[in-house]
């Protein structure tokens, strides 16, 4: 397990973070790598999102193109300060919670589409955060998780693994088919140095 697959020092990493959060992340998460993960998925307007793990508001401001409404959660006071300065704190069209993706705070069947990007390598249990998407998704809702795709190179693995969740396709399918999701499919993107950084994973709950 990665130094960074710990609540306590991830919260304490996007303490710092947080600051300069949304300078550096178009490096590694962009407009383009955003709309291209969007287009993996069918929306229609009156439908809910959660998005998970929403940082500084990045991928809210992605979603709310294409639906009325989304809820957004994340474990980082520091970050949520950044977006509460953007959408404001618990107004329409956004609601943000502060929570962990193991136990979310909310109901089954509750959404439509449940997004995370950028979050899943931080968290201890991935196959129990991903079950409880598949619970608070609405029968036939979509889910789709952004995660950082291993890297090729030995030295480059070997470094990966030290620091947070790192996996391919294959560790993709096999968690989310064990979290209960259909239609897994995954795609590959990631900015103009580097097109395969990211993994992205969509699936469907059970109807």
């Known amino acids: 397990m990665g130094i960074l697959e710990n609540k306590a020092r991830a919260r304490l990493f996007y ?18 790598m955003r709309a291209d993960a969007l287009e993996l998925l069918e929306f229609e307007d009156d439908m809910t999102v959660l998005d998970v793990g929403c940082g500084t508001g990045f991928a809210t401001e992605g979603l709310l193109e294409h639906v009325d409404e989304v809820y957004g959660l994340d474990q980082s006071r520091h970050q949520l300060e950044q977006a509460y300065e953007k ?18 705070p909310f109901a089954t069947d ?37 995660g950082p795709n291993y890297p090729d190179s030995f030295l480059a693995q070997r470094l990966a693994d030290s620091i947070m969740l790192f996996y391919d396709e294959y560790e993709a399918d096999a968690m989310f088919k064990r979290a209960g999701f259909e239609d897994v499919k995954h795609a590959f993107m990631g900015p103009s140095y580097d097109p395969d950084v990211a993994i992205t994973t969509v699936g469907r709950a059970p109807e």
């Open 15 to 32: 303490k710092y973070l947080s600051k300069v959060y949304d300078q550096v992340n178009p490096f590694i998460w962009n407009e383009e």
């Open 87 to 104: 959408f404001g704190k618990r107004a329409p069209p956004v609601h943000f919670h502060r929570g962990d993706a193991e136990r979310l």
């Open 110 to 146: 509750t959404f439509d589409v449940v997004w995370s990007s950028g979050s899943i390598e931080y968290w201890p249990n991935p196959i129990l955060a991903l079950r409880e998407f598949r619970r608070v998704l609405k029968p036939g809702g979509q889910v789709l998780v952004v």
